[in-house]
């Protein structure tokens, strides 16, 4: 059974031990840790759905919101959208990384 975010951010290991960020309406990575999806279901971080569909943004603006690439400066080019535009091409980036850091992961991954 799948699982997706319902709460705005949620920070979870993988079993590579990266941390992987996931902004709502995201289904969780399935090398998240049962202990970890136990934690983030019993918290209200997470919930369970019967199918990955059901987690198809409402709109397609939410749509546009994760997939389009941001800007790299100035307007909608903040840490947050980089994060979120990273997590929905499944780019791992370390927790520590700046905004640079992770326009430069983005690019490597071909993103």
Do not use: C, F
Not at 70 to 78: I, Q, T, V, Y
């Amino acid at each position: 059974m799948a699982h997706i975010v319902s709460s705005p951010l949620v920070a979870v290991n993988g079993v590579d031990g990266k941390v992987k960020y996931l902004y709502r309406n995201t289904i969780v990575p399935s090398d998240v840790s049962e202990k970890d999806i136990t934690r983030l279901v019993a918290d209200g971080l997470i919930e369970k759905v019967s199918t990955v569909s059901a987690a198809a943004p409402e709109s397609q603006d939410e749509a546009g919101d994760s997939l389009e690439r941001p800007a790299e400066s100035g307007k909608g080019s903040g840490m947050d959208k980089w994060v979120a535009y990273a997590a929905a091409h499944e780019v791992e980036i370390d927790p520590e990384s700046s905004k640079d850091d992770i326009i430069a992961a983005v690019a490597a991954a071909g993103h």
